[in-house]
């Protein structure tokens, strides 16, 4: 894009959503110690991904296409060139929805704890690992799938099967995971490069890559970057005036810089 400033609606809903999830996720950092916070956060998460719920006859469309290595026979996963429907997103969706459907605890699910499904699942989350990545987690030149839905997908899908997982296998693919909130730029400065709102859906992966790694300074960095989409800016300034909430709740971004990688 050659445009300088980038306009987003902020509206309501978004706003409704920024505070809810800062409230959900924070509270539990004033109680206890670091860990019991992150514990804290590891259920909530797992809990409000399982919420997402699944479909029998998706899960039994999806199997007949698994090839028994690790990909799906109907995905094309060298399509790098469309950035609007990138076809290995169809992977991530999947293995989500069949993570879900292992752990979901119901009447008539056969596919909970089942050693076959996991098994596929292993399979389906390892094919990531050595898979050339760019600085950021890259599987597509569409950004916010770069970003955001692909390595959150992947994340939650860990998060589901975190001990159900052999060690080694989780310890490889949860190093898979980026913490994609910290990026330099060119004044030395660290952010998140498409700014604004994307900060936050951005963060969320960083907050599930420290929920899995244990580490509790990347979760802390993670939440200072989304604190910092609260700025509400006082003069309506075109150029040059930062980012934050406009008088219109649009979303006013700063000046789209190289990522020094």
């Excluded at 006859?57 to 290595?69: A, E, R």
């Excluded at 190093?175 to 660290?190: A, E, G, H, M």
């Excluded at 700014?195 to 993670?222: C, D, H, M, P, W």
Aim: with cysteine.
């Amino acid at each position: 894009m050659n445009n300088n400033i980038y306009l987003f609606p902020l509206n309501t809903k978004k706003l409704t959503y920024l505070f809810v999830f800062l409230f959900l996720t924070t509270y539990s950092f004033s109680q206890t110690s670091q860990q019991a916070d992150i514990d804290t956060l590891y259920k909530r998460v797992y809990d409000s991904t399982l919420s997402i719920g699944f479909s029998t006859s998706n899960i039994v469309k999806d199997l007949s296409k698994f090839n028994g290595t690790g990909r799906f026979t109907d995905v094309n996963y060298l399509d790098t060139a469309n950035c609007i429907e990138y076809s290995p997103q169809t992977h991530q969706d999947r293995t989500l929805e069949m993570a879900i459907a292992y752990q979901t605890k119901k009447t008539g699910n056969t596919y909970y704890h089942s050693a076959s499904l996991l098994s596929k699942l292993i399979l389906l989350l390892t094919d990531n690992v050595g898979r050339p990545h760019a600085s950021a987690f890259a599987w597509s030149p569409n950004w916010f799938q770069t970003y955001v839905t692909c390595p959150r997908e992947y994340a939650q899908s860990l998060i589901l099967l975190r001990d159900s997982l052999p060690v080694a296998k989780f310890q490889a693919c949860q190093n898979q995971l980026r913490d994609v909130v910290i990026v330099k730029f060119p004044d030395s400065t660290y952010k998140f490069w498409n700014g604004g709102f994307n900060t936050l859906v951005a963060a969320e992966v960083s907050i599930n890559k420290g929920i899995l790694s244990r580490n509790y300074s990347i979760i802390q960095n993670a939440y200072s970057f989304i604190s910092s989409c609260l700025t509400y800016m006082l003069v309506d300034m075109v150029h040059n005036s930062g980012e934050g909430i406009k008088v219109d709740f649009g979303y006013e971004l700063p000046l789209q810089r190289q990522i020094v990688s």
